[in-house]
C-alpha cells in the first residue's frame, strides 16, 4: 500500500493543485483514464469545502488529502479541522446575522456533498473530535505501483 500525503493552507488557491496532484497518482495507480475527470472534481469539491469550513470556523490548520493505493482500490481521503463535523459547531452560533452565514454554510456543504455524491459512487463522510473526512474510493485497472 502506497500512501502520498499532501497538507495545504487552507486557501482556495491551493485547490488547484490538490486537484492536479489527485489526478496525477490516481493515473499512477492505475484508474482507468476515463475516470480520471471525476477524480479531479470530486477532488477539487472535497477541497473546496475542507477551505470553506476552515474560513468560516478560524482553523488555521492545514487541509489534509491522502492519495492511498491499496491492492485493487484507490482511496482519496480530505479531512477538515472542524471538530465535530459542521452541524455540530454550526450549532455554536450566538447572533441572528452569524446563524444566517452558518446555514447559507451548511447549505452549501450539503450541496458539495451532494456533487461528490454524484461523481463518486463509493463515499464515506466522517466527522470526530479531529474534525471531518471525505473518503472516496475507485477501482484500479491495473497493478501500477507508485515510485
Known amino acids: 500500500m502506497a500512501t502520498v500525503e499532501l497538507r ?3 486557501l482556495p ?6 486537484r492536479l496532484v489527485a489526478a496525477a497518482v490516481a493515473r ?6 476515463a475516470v480520471l475527470d471525476e477524480v479531479r472534481l470530486a477532488v ?3 477541497c ?3 477551505v470553506g469550513l476552515h474560513e468560516s470556523h478560524d482553523i488555521e490548520s492545514p487541509v489534509r488529502v491522502l492519495l492511498i493505493e491499496d491492492e485493487k482500490k484507490f482511496s482519496i ?5 472542524v ?3 459542521p452541524t455540530a459547531a454550526g ?8 446563524g444566517a452565514a452558518e446555514s447559507d454554510a451548511e447549505g452549501e456543504d450539503e450541496m458539495g456533498l451532494a456533487v461528490i455524491s454524484g461523481l463518486v459512487d463509493d463515499v464515506e463522510v466522517t466527522a470526530g473530535e479531529e474534525g471531518g473526512m471525505i473518503r472516496m474510493t475507485w477501482p484500479t485497472t491495473t497493478a501500477a505501483t507508485i515510485s
Do not use: I, K, M, Y
Not at 28 to 33: M, N, Y
Not at 77 to 81: A, N, R
Not at 91 to 98: M, N, Q
Open 8 to 10: 495545504f493552507s487552507a
Open 13 to 18: 488557491e491551493h485547490v488547484r493543485t490538490a
Open 28 to 33: 499512477r495507480a492505475g484508474v482507468d483514464e
Open 44 to 46: 477539487g469539491e472535497a
Open 48 to 50: 473546496s469545502r475542507a
Open 77 to 81: 481521503e480530505v479531512g477538515d479541522g
Open 83 to 85: 471538530p465535530g463535523g
Open 91 to 98: 450549532a455554536r452560533g450566538a447572533g441572528e446575522a452569524e
